[in-house]
């Protein structure tokens, strides 16, 4: 498609369980983020793909947030044993700029986000 | 370490009227400047960026913002508003080579034009 696509849209998860939420980039686009959304409140950064390599993963909240991007293009989040405190808005955004050329890839492509919630 | 303000969680507006929606940031370092716009059931877009230059930028659907470096803020503007502008609102920013160019959000302003 056009645009950034995320998997599931919406998901509800029992506390404990296991979770992974996919985001499809634009073609081409080199870099890859994950953002948190919590209620009310701006995006928080999760982790920073480059094709494949994870350069920045500081945002990821525990080591139960792991993600990957083994072949540059889709990506996947995923949540192991969550928690209420999980619950959220999880945002993928892509960008066709790398990390060199720093500010350009701020100008993103969010797709709709997955959203989570945690009974 | 960076953080945005955004000093307004709501602004109420009337149709034709004009609107400000306020940012400050606060960072040790120089910064490249983003107000991204996320209308109802849909991804953030972005709506205009500062990277360099002209201190004024223009966006998308007759947005403008100004950078002031001395008062650290990024406020967006535009003349007059219409109904479909009715959205969430977040300012973001990220260092300057900084690795990723990781972005740094406002809590967001919720902008509802009235008729």
């Known amino acids: 498609g056009a645009g950034v696509s995320q998997s599931p849209r919406y998901k509800v998860a029992k506390r404990g369980q296991d979770v992974a939420l996919r985001c499809d980039p634009i073609s081409g686009h080199v870099s890859l983020f994950w953002y948190q959304q919590a209620l009310g409140q701006g995006p928080e950064f999760l982790t920073y793909?480059?094709?494949?390599?994870?350069?920045?993963k500081s945002g990821l909240p525990s080591d139960r947030f792991f993600a990957e991007r083994p072949e540059g293009s889709v990506s996947t989040l995923k949540i192991q044993r969550t928690q209420q405190e999980d619950s959220a808005v999880y945002l993928c955004?892509?960008?066709?700029?790398?990390?060199?050329?720093?500010?350009?890839?701020?100008?993103?492509?969010f797709g709709e986000g997955s959203r989570l919630t945690v009974l | 370490a960076q953080s945005v303000t955004q000093l307004d969680s709501q602004v109420p507006v009337f149709e034709e009227a004009p609107v400000e929606l306020r940012c400050n940031y606060s960072?040790?370092?120089?910064?490249?400047l983003f107000w991204y716009v996320q209308y109802p059931n849909q991804g953030l877009q972005l709506l205009l960026k500062?990277?360099?230059?002209?201190?004024l930028v223009k966006g998308i659907n007759g947005f403008e913002a100004e950078f002031n470096k001395s008062q650290t803020s990024f406020h967006l503007r535009k003349p007059s508003v219409h109904i479909s502008d009715t959205a969430e609102y977040f300012c973001?920013?990220?260092?300057?080579?900084?690795?990723?160019?990781?972005?740094?959000f406002g809590q967001g302003t919720e902008l509802s034009v009235k008729p």
């Open positions: 500062y990277l360099s230059g002209s201190t």
């Open positions: 973001a920013v990220s260092e300057l080579y900084n690795q990723g160019g990781k972005l740094i």
């Open positions: 960072s040790s370092v120089s910064v490249y």
């Open positions: 793909f480059q094709n494949e390599a994870q350069l920045d």
């Open positions: 955004a892509s960008s066709l700029f790398p990390r060199a050329a720093s500010g350009r890839t701020g100008e993103l492509f």
